[in-house]
């Protein structure tokens, strides 16, 4: 678990607090932060469903927004190592992180289709020799 240092340990002598760094992009988030750490999840959740039940799609509280701001730059990911965004922050709340069963934690390039998808070759072939172009 990462934690703050000494400089952030309660007065009192309580429990070390989790790190929990800057964003490497943007100048703000979406939402006020005490808000943001309350309410995450709800806002993914409500995202998740308008994205796949209704076919929309919005950037504000994605999840590929989120970690393309707050992935470390010293790993490329919000959760690979226990310093990054979502870890420092889960493992000291005790909460199961279950986004990354399905998502990747790294920020994604903009491609038509992964190019280790199994029917990439096939697809890109076909599409250039729609379009005339040869290999």
């Known amino acids: 678990m990462a934690w703050a240092g000494a400089e952030a340990q309660p007065k009192a002598g309580g429990a070390p607090v989790p ?5 490497a992009k943007g100048e703000h988030c979406v939402e006020d932060t005490a808000y943001m750490r309350r309410n995450h999840m709800k806002l993914l ?10 076919g929309i799609r919005t950037p504000k509280h994605s999840l590929k927004g989120c970690i393309d701001c ?13 310093e990054d965004f979502c870890v420092s922050c889960h ?5 199961k992180i279950d986004c990354f069963d399905c998502h990747s934690t790294k920020p994604q ?5 992964n190019p280790s998808h199994p029917h990439a070759a096939s697809v890109s ?6 379009a005339g172009v040869s290999r």
């Open 19 to 23: 790190v929990i760094t800057k964003a």
């Open 45 to 54: 959740l409500v995202h998740r469903d308008r994205t796949v039940l209704q």
């Open 70 to 82: 707050h992935a470390s730059e010293a790993t490329g990911s919000v959760a690979s190592a226990k």
């Open 91 to 95: 493992s000291y709340a005790a909460v």
């Open 109 to 113: 390039r903009t491609t038509a289709m």
């Open 125 to 130: 072939a076909n599409v250039e020799e729609m």
